[in-house]
């Protein structure tokens, strides 16, 4: 362990209850994106309060709903690392499965509990005290320069993120980038992600009435829901195959060195029946088949709504009925042509009445290669810190902005180190880090800050 290290570990271990402090401070802060109203703008005032405490120059950038909050530090090296955060977080429904309010931080067992707590503030904390190590172990100056960059709508699909990073590349400018959130895995690995699926997300409409009918009438007048459920059965087969033409014609297959590393990675199996009581996993697949379906995209149905919903019986057809749905896409696939797609296949199918809202900003699929320096510094330090080799997730199963980012700054390494595990509960009741997760991914982070200016 270099002398550097042993300077971060010692400043992180004495300060470590002040920044869980101001972890708590952040999160008793609400910040739904989905709501919106004031509290968004005072989350990002209190965000750019918070850089500015740890000696980064501060800008708070419009966009059309929420603020961009951008911080910047110089370094005694020209390279630039960039961090990626956003201070907005999800809905905290169902309310009454929280132990205790979302809002209001409890420290139980070892463990902070509170809604943003894993993703995203912690996170930024985390980084922010990493920050602090570094400079601290360089007698006040950092080793390269530093820019945090944290908006207010990436559990929204990130809307205006792309748009700002081509409108601010010279303030972007970097060399590299440590992204939103990572995690260790259920046996302690420290883990690293190449790659991240698109996604379109959509809400399907239908209205066959002015408004709800008696069910005496379901002879004569046509039911909304079951109009809807038949156009959601056709999107699919038995077998999971979306049936949309053209829907697998760009689908990158996975690499021989994708299926290297997903062979090294801990059984999902296994833990998946223990975590989530599965007893079939989607097309029947067993063993490291599950993972490596992550390359395949897919349709989901997240929510229904119509008709009746309260106890007992109520005899009605209903009107209206809506679908949220949710197409997770891989690499080279392009959410606004599955989106185009989508629509000729419903009308081609008989379904032009319905309607085909999108509600959220599509994502793009990313992938990277594993053999950059960057990852490499990542995977060292990843096991000095947590004792176990670093694992790489060829194509993580979720959607990130990364993609407006690592293109259009000129192709740069993205990595993923941070406060998670696998049990955080993030966007459930109860979401939560533990104390010691934190810690140890702000020393990681600080190693690969230390490190970064000489690769």
Known sequence: MSQHAVMIDQFLQTHLERYVEETVRLCAQPSISAHGGDEMHECAALVAETLRAHGLETHIIPTPTFPIVVGKAQGASPRTLLFYNHYDV???????????????????????????????????????????????????????????????EEEVGSPNIRQFVLDHLELLKCDGAVWEEGNIDSEGHPGDFLGCRGVAYVELHVRTLKMDAHSGSAHALPNAAWRLVQALASLKDADERVLIPGFYDHVRPPSKRDLELIDALPSYEKFARQHFGVQRFVHGALGKAIEYNVFQPTCNICGLKSGYQDDGSKTVIPATAMAKVDFRLVPDQDPNDILAKLRAYLDAQGFGDVEVVKIEESMWPYKAEADHPLLDLSARMGEEVYGKPSLFEALAGGSSPVYAFAKPLGNIPVISPGVGYWANRTHSPDEHIRIGDFHNAARHIARILDGFADL
């Not at 929280?98 to 931080?105: A, L, V």
């Not at 930024?124 to 007698?139: E, M, N, S, T, W």
């Open 90 to 152: 999800q809905p905290v429904d169902p309310l009454e499965l929280w132990t205790t309010p979302p809002f209001e931080p409890q420290i139980r067992d070892g463990k902070l509990f509170a809604r943003g707590a894993k993703d995203d503030k912690g996170e930024l904390v985390a980084r922010l005290a990493a920050l602090d190590a570094v400079r601290a172990a360089h007698g006040g100056r950092l080793p390269c320069g530093v820019t945090f960059v944290v908006e207010g």
